[in-house]
């Protein structure tokens, strides 16, 4: 074997120390995307958490109202889980009423001058009006 068949042997032996530091370089930004997605993740899932409770709560409250007679609708309130809802029924009319309901409890703050994004928050108050009919 010559001098020249021997370096070009050995030359394709294994990894150059460049090839091996490209190769981690790449692996890192790949498990870096990894821990990045399963933060982001595990957020939007709490956020669904957070909004489902939320929407249980303000379920309960309806089919609560709903079971109320019509002229016995007034002023309410209730604690469902981590949700303090209260509610306040005014007549619109001699055969309506509309039921304004507040939640307060964790959720989705809105975006505000200090912060960049939504978060999440212990103390979110949200609002829904119900209408109610006469029977």
């Given amino acids: 074997m010559s001098r020249s068949e021997a370096a070009v042997t050995h030359a394709e032996g294994g990894f150059s120390l460049v090839e ?5 370089i790449v692996l890192s930004f790949g498990v870096v995307g990894l821990a ?3 933060l982001f993740i595990t957020r939007e899932l709490t956020l669904a958490e957070v909004t489902t409770a ?3 709560a303000i379920q309960s409250v309806m089919e609560n109202i709903r079971a109320t007679p019509y002229d016995s609708l007034d002023v309410g309130g209730d ?3 981590e949700m303090v809802i209260s ?3 005014t007549a619109n009319t001699a055969q309506d009423k509309a039921v304004r309901i507040v939640t307060v409890g ?3 703050a809105p975006i505000s001058a200090v912060q ?3 978060m999440l928050s212990n103390s979110v108050a949200d609002t829904v009006v119900y209408r109610v009919l006469r029977p």
């Fill in 116 to 118: 960049s994004s939504p």
């Fill in 79 to 81: 604690t469902i889980g």
């Fill in 36 to 38: 990045t997605t399963t």
């Fill in 106 to 108: 964790p959720g989705l």
């Fill in 87 to 89: 509610w306040t029924a």
């Fill in 20 to 24: 091996l530091v490209m190769a981690l």
């Fill in 54 to 56: 939320r929407a249980i």
